[in-house]
C-alpha cells in the first residue's frame, strides 16, 4: 500500500507550485479540491485522512465524490470539472511516480468532463461604467486609491489577483502614458500601455500613498498591501453607491472579474480583433476569448448588415369564409362514412 500523503505534499509544494510555477490562487483551489476528496474518502472508508492509501482512490470512488458535490454541496457543472482537472492533474503525476498503479491511474483520468451550460459574460455598459468610476470620493485618500484602481482594473483588464500584486516599481510613466508590467497567470508576463487619464489617477494616488514597508502600489487602511477580499468590499461599496445614479447596475452581480470582461467588450469594439483582445488580457490562447464572440452584440449586427435576405413572393393571408369551412368538412365526413364496410 502506497501512503497517498507524501506524493499530495510534493504535487502541491513542488509539482504545482515550482515546477509548473502555478499561481498561488491555483494552488490553493487545487488544495481545497483535496481537502473535500480526503475528508468524503476518510467518511465513506472510516479512515483518518493521514492514513488513505493511493491505491483506494480509483475511478469509481472519484466518480461518486463528484456525484457528493454536486448533490450535497449544490456545486455547478463547472465547479465539478474544476475538481476533477486537479484529480486528473493529480493522477498524472503519480503516474511516473508510482508505475504500478498506471492502469488506475489511467481509469481515473478518462472520467469525462461534464457537459456545462455556456453562460454570457457579465459586462458594465458605458453608462454603468461611468457610473462607477464617479462614485469613489476624490477628495480623501481612500476615494483617490479606489478611483485608481477600478480605472485600472477597467481600462487594463487585470485580473483581481494581478492588480492587487502590482508593485510600485512595475509602473512607470512615460510622458503623457502609463506603462504597467503584468505579472499574470502562470508567471506569463505582459506590458501595457495606459491612457493619460490612467497616468494622472495614478499619480494623485502615489501623491498621497506615502511610504509603506510593502512593495504593492495599492494599499489597504492600515498602510498593508491589498487583498482580494479587500478589492472586493471595495468594489461592491461602490456598486451600491453608483446603483442611485445608475438603476441597472442594481440588478446585475458585479464581481471583480466583470472589469475584466468590461475591458474585453471594450477593446473588441475597438479593434473588432479577438487576438487583440487576447494579448491584451494575456490570455494563452484566443480560445479562451471566443466567450467574448457570443456576447458582443456589434458581431451579430455587421453580420446581418452584410447578409442579404432571399426574398419571399408577396401575399395576405384570407381566412377562408366559415360557412364553406363547414360545409366542406360536413362532405369530408359524409364521405368517411360511407366508405366503411
Not at 501623491?207 to 489597504?220: D, I, K, Q
Not at 442611485?244 to 452581480?253: E, N, P
Request: charged share 25%; with cysteine.
Amino acid at each position: 500500500m502506497t501512503p497517498i500523503a507524501p506524493h499530495i505534499t510534493a504535487f502541491l509544494q513542488k509539482r504545482l507550485a515550482v515546477d509548473l510555477r502555478a499561481s498561488p490562487h491555483t494552488c490553493d483551489t487545487y488544495a481545497y479540491a483535496f481537502q473535500l476528496l480526503f475528508e468524503f474518502m476518510s467518511s465513506k472508508l472510516g479512515v483518518a485522512p493521514a492514513d488513505i492509501v493511493l491505491e483506494q482512490l480509483d475511478a469509481p470512488l472519484v466518480l461518486e465524490f463528484l456525484e457528493h458535490i454536486q448533490k450535497e454541496r449544490g456545486n455547478s457543472p463547472c465547479t465539478r470539472n474544476a475538481r476533477l482537472a486537479a484529480i486528473r492533474s493529480f493522477m498524472r503525476f503519480v503516474e511516473y511516480r508510482v508505475p504500478s498503479l498506471l492502469d488506475q491511474v489511467r481509469r481515473v483520468r478518462a472520467i469525462p468532463a461534464q457537459k456545462a451550460d455556456t453562460r454570457l459574460v457579465r459586462h458594465l455598459t458605458a453608462d454603468e461604467q461611468r457610473a462607477l468610476l464617479a462614485a469613489p470620493a476624490p477628495t480623501t485618500r481612500l476615494g483617490i486609491r479606489d478611483r485608481a484602481m477600478l480605472l485600472l482594473a477597467l481600462t487594463g483588464g487585470l485580473r483581481v489577483s494581478e492588480l492587487v500584486g502590482l508593485r510600485r516599481d512595475e509602473v512607470q510613466f512615460n510622458g503623457r502614458y502609463l506603462d504597467v508590467r503584468v505579472r499574470g497567470k502562470g508567471r506569463r508576463e505582459r506590458a501595457l500601455t495606459l491612457w493619460k487619464s490612467v497616468g494622472d489617477a495614478i499619480r494623485a494616488w502615489l501623491a498621497v500613498r506615502g511610504e509603506a514597508p510593502t512593495p504593492e502600489l495599492f494599499l489597504n487602511a492600515w498602510d498593508k498591501h491589498m487583498t482580494r477580499s479587500g478589492f472586493e468590499r471595495v468594489l461592491a461599496k461602490h456598486v451600491a453607491a453608483a446603483t442611485a445614479q445608475c438603476r441597472s447596475l442594481g440588478t446585475k452581480r458585479i464581481s471583480p472579474h466583470a472589469l475584466r470582461h468590461t475591458c474585453a467588450f471594450n477593446t473588441l469594439q475597438a479593434t473588432r480583433d479577438i487576438r487583440k483582445v487576447s494579448l491584451w488580457l494575456g490570455h494563452a490562447s484566443t480560445q479562451t476569448t471566443d466567450v467574448y464572440l457570443q456576447a458582443d452584440p456589434t458581431q451579430k449586427l455587421e453580420a446581418l448588415g452584410a447578409m442579404k435576405v432571399p426574398a419571399l413572393r408577396p401575399g395576405k393571408f384570407r381566412p377562408p369564409d366559415r360557412l364553406i369551412a363547414a360545409l366542406r368538412a360536413s362532405r369530408v365526413m359524409r364521405s368517411d362514412h360511407g366508405k366503411q364496410p
